[in-house]
């Protein structure tokens, strides 16, 4: 190949044809145009008269400048231009290739870039006949050289891990590493790395190493965190640039529970910052819901954050037993509470009647002795489902009778009458200290602080199982804080009061971090390693490389300090961690994330992603002859004279039908769909760009259409194609969408209008024409098809047709529903699970509505396909069992669309005796 | 020989060109015939003209006894001059007629032939006699003659542009010229020279197609005649206009000149308009001859 700047030739001695182009126009100008031969009487007043100008008559210069160009065009068409040809390698010999891949989350956000550049690279180490081996760097194998197209065929499959390489896979692939000698080209994902100097130079020993960087920016964000009742984002980039302009969006559930944007903030880079923060400012309801926050457009685990616990704002009522000492503001029983729980904490104040439906995560009773029946058993109610009762001691509790004979439902222990009072100057004692926590305890671990101490508590009652709710007590062993489990709550009782008259703990550090590890108040910060001795966390959620929440039921728990300390990696994916009481979530960036930019030393040839595209030229270059020589044609015969009146406009016609419709048509068009649609009730099939299927389809229908036409009181007009991109679904009752591999997967905006039109009410009838040989598994192309274009569908649980599901019955009576084939599997929605059959009665009460989806492989629009004489168009069975078969179709073609238009009317007890007369039962 | 069924079945085409072409020229002469006009003047006929004095010569005869006995002198009754006139026609069959350079006009022949038998006809019925210029079909009268005319003018001359046939013209008869008055003027010229030498004069309808008068071509073009033995090639058609509309100008004025020196009368129609304003452009040139 030639090149020549960027275009380069792969003949380019056919170019030398171009200087034949002087010749041709002299040829051509010498030659004047055809003559026309006419018949004409008048040529006896012609006889004698001579042209005046002999030059002008030639071809005219600007029709020779037209063929110049549409010849010029054909040679540098075959001599086959390619723009932005690849170099040739300069190393292509035959020793084997290593594609090294990163294959970490910052290689995830241009993976497809990053497919193509392997594909090409394929493609040129096939042509060079090269073994190739693929590894990624994240999860090291030992590498496989094979052939080109092998790897090609697999390349769809790899994909990226949500973590940086660790140090030891890099070690585990430098010992896989064969001895012989290959080249290598890594696909780097940009980011320094500690392993990498390392392994460059292991893999320079080998052979040559080009590397591949993107030049994108790579966006990430930390945790969300709370700052001034905002949520805080703090953004960053790999490479300082321009002032870049991003929007962050916090994704969650909406109020239905559909996946929705709940937040959108845009963040501004400024010229050469490689951070940048915002502020969402949510509101406390909006927030509990946030379930990510991600960079848009960034389809990169780094650019995910999962909030974790720490930036909820628990609820905590405070309700006080008198409020009323006006003034004497350091002794309220609530004061202290309410500054240690402020910063972090939501705090609601009322009655307690008033709180409960508000459900908050904590209810303070703050020397509260007695609770009427009602806020008991409303109380009962809230902590069995999950609520906490954190109770604080004083003089009325220690003055009531509450919880002295027999335990109170509401307290956690039984309490002796009076209390006790110690170091004070009417009693003898000193006042007493905490003794250390129990490692049971969930306050275990934390200091205690020697000035705190007791001066008087209420005193519990020795029982059976009063050693197992004491978690905190003091020096001589009576119980200062004591807890009972009630349902999936739980009842804390502090012995002391909630303000300094009984204790100074109020006034002291360990009381804010004894109500954070009771988990009243939100932790701020992350736990430390240490905290975490000993528990197991369980993944809930967790994210791939690209940022795509995965189901983690099967991965195992993970350790509590490793959870902390471990780097992400093939045993601790970035996700939501629950733990036993709280969630924790590891994200891929954390604040103490370094993101820079890795440098290669200047021997190794860095190649950017966004090379251009090689481009062929030469189709280009022929189509535009073509349409020169078109022109030449119009032109010629417009200057011989033989284009006039009627051709002329013929022309013109011709070359304003190239012309794109105008909107005003398209519209004008759509109105007119619409109304074709609407005027009567009229079936669509989905087109699939199969012209043949959607010609049987269209059949189908029609058969469909006139069987209900002469059958039943529905009287649908002539069936339609419908394009999921372009028409409006909300018009037709029922979509037949058969099933071929070849069809193109909808858009998202087309996936979101079926979604509409299936929670509306519409159905999709999916047919894999396949016989159902594979049960809708991925056996079979037509199957694994149906899997892709229904996953992102709104589909309820399915089940195979029930015998008494209400389309057996809605216009035919039917067991079976074939098509052209005979397989009995047609999957409807499943039956509520409470769905019983009633003794008597022929069929169970199912569900209201009607089935979404119906889903077969009968191929049913062949057997329902007439043309327009009424005559089938397509074989099915043999001799009149055949004929009997198309008859069932049929009629299961009747009871679906009597389903889809009338429901469960037939489902509706009422029809029972007909229907058992029909039965015969 | 020819074959049984072939000649047959040419006849019966030629046949069939007859009523049709006869039932086209009755009609087209339907609308004009709106009355049999008199010479306006005494002459022998049978509708009466005027009653005048009895003068000196007139016979007994020819007093009208009632008109007179009315008042004290004699009367004669005088009718309207009524006299069969000879008119004889030529109709140019020749190649260059048969041309249309649309498909939805007429060829000149069609339309001339048209004209010509729609005009004979009225002739026919005003009472002339009328027939065909040299002998093959003398000047007579009837419904017997229309057809003998229609026949003759259903046949197709071969050579391309032909000539008048000048000869076998009765002193002091009418005469009709329907051509193209493309070809070589000569001949025509020859023919009414020697036409005006009898005292016969008669009426020069050409016969264009719009073509021919506006000359629409472009480009390089090779122009035939019909019967192709003339052809003219031009490398730039539309240069040619002018000077083509310059000559049939001429060629228009040449024959105007040529009747107005014979005392005949000149028109062009075109094939495009009406045949109907011909006719009557004709049947009064003819008529106001006698007139």
Redo the contacts between chains.
Sequence with gaps: MTVFGALGFSAPWLLLGLLALPILWLILRAVPPAPIRRRFPGVVLLLGLKDDEQVSDRTPWWLLLLRMLAVAAVILGLAGPVLNPEPEADAAGTSPLLVLMDASWASAADWRARQDAIEALLTRAGRDDRPVALVRLSAPEAPQFQAADVWRSRLAGVLPEPWEPLAEQVTRLMSLLPDSDFDTYWLSDGLARDSRGELLATLEQRGRVTVFESPRSLYAIEPARFSDGNVALHLRRLHPGPEADISVVAQGLDPAGNPATLARASVTFATEAVTAETELSLPAELRARVTRFEVEGQRSAGAVTLPDDSLRRREVALIAGNENREGLELLSPLHYLTRALEPNADLLDGALLDILPANPDVIILADVATLSAAEQQATLDWLDSGGMLLRFAGPRLAASDVSRDSEDALMPVRLRAGGRTVGGAMSWGEPKSLAAFTPESPFAGLDVPEDVKITAQVMAQPDPNLADRVIAQLDDGTPLVTRKRVGQGQIVLFHVTANAEWSSLPLSGLFVQMLERLAVSSTPTQPEATDLEGTIWQPAVVLDAFGTPRDADTLPGVDGPALITAPLGPDLRPGLYQGEDRSLARNVVTPDTVLMAASWPARIAVEGLSRPQETPLAGWLLALAVTLLLADVIASLALSGRLRGARAAAAIVAAVMLVPMAPDQARAQDDAFALAATAEVSLAHVLTGDAQLDDLALAGLRGLTETLYFRTSVEPSEPMGVDLERDELAFFPLLYWPVTPSQPTPSDEAYAKLNTYLRSGGMILFDTRDADVASFGAASPNGRKLQQLAAPLDIPPLEPIPPDHVLTRTFYLLQDFPGRYTARDVWVEAAPPDAELIEGMPFRNLNDNVTPVVIGGNDWAAAWAMDTRGNPLVAVGRGFSGERQREIAYRFGVNLVMHVLTGNYKSDQVHVPALLDRLGQ | MIPALALRQTSEEEAARLPALLARAEKLAGTVLLGEHGRRRAGLGDDFWQYRPLQQGDSLRSIDWRRSGRSDGQYVREREWQIAQSVIVWLDQGA??R?ASQKNLPT?LDHARLLTLAASILLVRGGERVGLTGWTLPPRRGREQILRLAEAFTTDAPED?AEPEARGMLPHARALFVS?F???PGPIEAALTKAADRGVRGVLLQVL?P??EA????????????GKS???????????RS??LD??AA?KARLEHLCRVTGWQYSCHHTNTSAQSALLWVYRAMDGGHG
Excluded: W
């Design positions: 260059s007629m041309f000149k542009y193209d493309l070809a070589d197609d073509s021919e000359f629409p071509f472009q480009g390089r073009t090779i122009f035939e005649s019909i003339l052809a003219h090639e031009t490398l730039k058609a539309a240069d040619l000077r083509y000559r049939l060629r």
